[in-house]
């Protein structure tokens, strides 16, 4: 975890002081709703159909136990014991007073929290590999990258009243598990020929109503000269991206109406006015690598005796292993994934008592580091493998061992009709109604990974552009309907879903997924996944499942 | 005659405004004004002729730019904020201080909120038109509002980096 110093810890302070004297200023009447919009905004708070939420940011999904035990009292004391957890990897209240976020955002403070650029136009929090710092597979720790640009990006002076929001992405490893593609800047880290780091840099990608695959505009960017090409992105973009229309006022807009040569090109001609003059200096990265405390592995055999004993003893410690446990970079440890789509809940919700749960085994087990995915899940990114049965254990106890990571019960899903404003239709019950249909674990297991991902509305918060399976919620005269895509993929084989066919009604959902999958298990060669099948025979055998009967 | 927020000798005051904000359809009164980018590229050159102080608005599609070489006998560009979300005079204003090292007044008209002190003052802005009808008091607390800041940027403050290095 990077460790804030007395600056970083002021500065928020500071924030929650300014935000303390615009509330008052709400309470009192001196400004009106309308006038606080902006306010209230700027700090994660929205007014939706219930009540204010609260969206408070995780920088790059990472959390402390301390953090995450505060997170879970704030939950317990001024919301209804739970939060929901976001694909930007924040945590939402969805039931919050606005008297009371004057404090709450104090207390957040307390633990080097905040809830700034969780909304408002402006660069939002960044996101990076859930598994940074334990995956063998990156090159750096892409943390590092995060935490500078959520410090360069905080109160940007420049860059805070963009055309609309704006998303950025890093990561290390080839196996992309951030969705780089689809952001407003992808970075990859890279390594030279000469051994110097650089950075792919890809803009212009993005999701809802006109999703796009971001395209490269540069091969390599040497990592010194991050921030001075941020700067020549983010300005070009502050001028020429549209303002006319919200809907069309997102960078991938700029890109796609430029050309992503040209738009390269005026990047590069502002990159060479700026110079080096916006770069971090060498000292102050060097810095930030410093203040991420170290993990600090034991020497240990890669074998580990007492969890091959136990795993050979508990099928169900075995299918959690199978799914939920993923190899670390050092011998006789592991990375362990939580799921927070426990069959019949609410994906990406947790309650207090479960994020307790998490934070004590993190602090016990886990090097007190906890990771959010913009999956909607947990990770503990550093558990030893002796460990691993009690953990284990723990997370079963507290209905945290749902061994689905990237099964086809682990779907994404925006909070949708049920407390968003802007929603067609509702997004949790239908994949609550799909979890249910594949709660067989052996049948989950051999369909293997398939990522569904839902949307109540064209903005596409649950990312369902990009689904293996994608589901948008539509209104039609005022009855909720399921348009189906297919083929779409957030991750390094990143491409857009294509529509089906005609949206289907919501008790339809369900079954038609069974279908596909149908179509899937019968199609299947080798050891292809849903999507490579799909990509493989095309739409037409899925087609023809899910609407033969209807002609 | 109309109050001007300005920024001098680190705190905020409030002064009597010395120009005139004059629109393209208007003939110009005498005195110092504050014309568009359009009358001032027809009618500067005479203007600054006749003696008087030149401001030049700038709107927010405007490109600062094209005012680049006439920057040196211009005393005002007022970057201009048609909503307080439309954050183009930002850019304008640091390019106006970092790029084009301009000494002149730089000033924030238009949709100007208390709110967007800080971000003002840091890109450059020392003259203010609140629209919220702001006091120099009430604007001096919002722009100081934070002790330290994350980056470098055109009012020249010690970014946390460098702090930390102090």
Not at chain 1, 366 to 384: A, F, M, S, W, Y
Not at chain 1, 424 to 446: C, G, L, Y
Not at chain 2, 105 to 131: H, K, N, S, T
Request: charged share 25%.
């Amino acid at each position: 975890m990077y460790r804030y110093d007395t600056l970083d810890k002021e500065f928020l302070a500071d924030r929650a002081t300014e935000f303390r004297e615009q509330v008052a200023r709400r309470l009192s009447g001196e400004i009106t709703e309308d006038q606080f919009k902006p306010i209230r905004l700027m700090n994660g708070l929205y007014l939706q159909l219930h009540a204010y939420m609260l969206r408070i940011a995780i920088p790059y999904g990472s959390l402390s136990s301390r953090q995450l035990r505060r997170l879970a009292w704030i939950a317990r004391t001024y919301d209804k014991g739970y939060g929901h957890f976001t694909t930007r990897t924040n945590l939402q209240f969805h039931w919050i007073k606005l008297g009371d976020t004057p404090d709450i955002l104090d207390h957040l403070a307390s633990v080097d929290m905040h809830a700034i650029q969780t909304s408002g136009n402006c660069i939002r929090n960044v996101t990076a590999d859930p598994y940074a710092g334990a995956t063998a597979e990156e090159l750096d720790d892409p943390r590092i990258w995060a935490e500078a640009m959520r410090q360069w990006s905080s109160l940007h002076p420049e860059f805070s009243f963009l055309p609309r929001k704006f998303k950025i992405a890093v990561t290390a490893a080839p196996k992309d598990r951030t969705a780089a593609k689809v952001h407003d800047i992808g970075l990859v880290l890279k390594r030279a020929r000469d051994g110097a780091l650089g950075f792919e840099v890809m803009v212009g990608g993005g999701l809802g109503r006109t999703p796009h695959v971001g395209p490269t505009i540069r091969e390599f960017l040497p990592v010194n000269r991050l921030f001075s090409y941020l700067e020549a992105i983010l300005r070009v973009y502050n001028r020429h991206g549209r303002r006319d229309n919200m809907f069309k006022a997102r960078i991938k807009i700029l890109v796609a109406a430029l050309g992503a040569e040209e738009f390269a090109r005026q990047v590069e001609a502002e990159w060479e006015k700026i110079g080096t003059a916006s770069d971090l200096p060498d000292t102050e990265l060097a810095r930030v690598r410093a203040a991420f405390s170290p993990a600090s592995f034991e020497t240990l055999p890669a074998r580990s005796e007492a969890f091959e004993t136990a795993k050979a003893a508990s099928p169900a410690l075995a299918r959690f292993v199978r799914n939920n446990v993923k190899p670390h970079k050092k011998p006789g440890y592991a990375i362990v994934e939580i799921s927070l789509k426990a069959i019949g809940e609410t994906p990406g919700d947790a309650t207090a008592d479960q994020m307790d749960v998490v934070a004590d085994l993190a602090e016990r087990y886990g090097q007190d580091d906890i990771r959010v995915t913009h999956e909607q899940n947990l990770v503990l990114p550093h558990v030893k493998l002796d460990d691993l049965p009690d953990v284990h254990a723990a997370l079963a106890a507290a209905g945290l061992a749902t061994p689905n990571i990237n099964l086809i019960s682990d779907i994404i899903a925006c909070p949708g009709l049920d407390y968003c404003a802007l929603a067609n239709a509702r997004a949790i019950p239908v994949a609550q109604s799909i979890a249910e249909h594949f709660r067989d674990q052996d049948r989950a297991e051999e369909i293997g990974e398939l990522k569904i991902k839902i949307s109540g509305c064209i903005n596409a918060c649950g990312h369902h552009h990009v689904g293996h399976i994608g589901i948008l919620g539509v209104d039609k005269k005022g009855e909720e309907f399921y348009q189906l895509s297919l083929g779409g993929s957030g991750a390094e084989d990143a491409a857009v879903g294509q529509i089906l066919g005609p949206a289907l009604p919501a008790n339809r959902v369900a079954e038609a997924v069974d279908l596909l999958v149908d179509v899937y298990l019968r199609e299947r060669t080798g050891g292809e996944r849903f999507l490579d099948t799909f990509r493989r025979t095309g739409a037409a055998p899925f087609k023809e499942a899910v609407y033969a009967e209807a002609r | 005659m109309p109050k001007l927020v300005k920024f001098r000798d680190g705190g905020m005051i409030a002064l009597d405004d010395a120009f005139t904000h004059v629109d393209d359809e208007v003939s110009l009164p005498p005195g110092d004004v504050i014309i568009s980018l359009t009358r001032f590229q027809a009618e500067g050159e005479r203007l600054l002729s006749e003696g008087r102080s030149v401001g030049v608005r700038l709107e927010a599609g405007e490109e600062v730019e094209a005012l680049a070489y006439d920057l040196p006998r211009i005393a005002v560009v007022a970057p201009a904020f048609p909503k307080f979300r439309d954050g183009r005079a930002y850019t304008a204003a640091r390019l106006l201080r970092e790029r084009y090292g301009y000494k002149g007044e730089v000033r924030a008209v238009g949709d100007v909120l208390r709110e967007q002190a800080q971000f003002m003052v840091r890109c450059g802005f020392d003259a203010f038109e609140p629209a919220d009808g702001s006091s120099p008091e009430q604007w001096e607390h919002a722009a100081r509002r934070f002790r330290h800041v994350y980056q470098r940027a055109a009012d020249g403050r010690t970014p946390a980096f460098a702090e930390r290095e102090a």
